[in-house]
């Protein structure tokens, strides 16, 4: 019985661990390179279109009949960890 129960547990931490990789900030190199954006999901773009110390925020705002409407915006970079 307590063996299953630390099967299930590590199950869970690896299916935790998945999930937060998947839904880590993505950076592309060229804003074409974005495939099936959902709405509420934000990557960025370093492609040198916003000023020194920015850079390029995409964001599925909104679904529309043509698929997800991107909003563009410059956000400052995160200090890397």
């Known amino acids: 019985?307590?063996?299953m129960g630390?099967?299930?547990?590590?199950g869970i931490a690896a299916l935790g661990a998945m999930v937060h990789s998947a839904?880590?900030?993505q950076s592309f190199m060229r804003e074409g390179d974005i495939v099936d954006l959902r709405v509420g999901q934000r990557v960025f773009v370093d492609d040198?279109?916003?000023?020194a110390g920015?850079?390029?925020?995409?964001t599925g705002s909104k679904l529309s009949e043509n698929g997800v409407?991107?909003?563009r915006s410059c956000v400052?970079?995160?200090?890397k960890k």
């Open 54 to 58: 920015q850079i390029k925020q995409v």
């Open 6 to 10: 630390l099967v299930a547990l590590v």
């Open 69 to 71: 409407v991107r909003t």
């Open 48 to 51: 040198g279109s916003c000023p």
């Open 1 to 3: 019985m307590l063996r």
């Open 23 to 25: 839904a880590a900030e």
């Open 76 to 79: 400052p970079r995160l200090a």
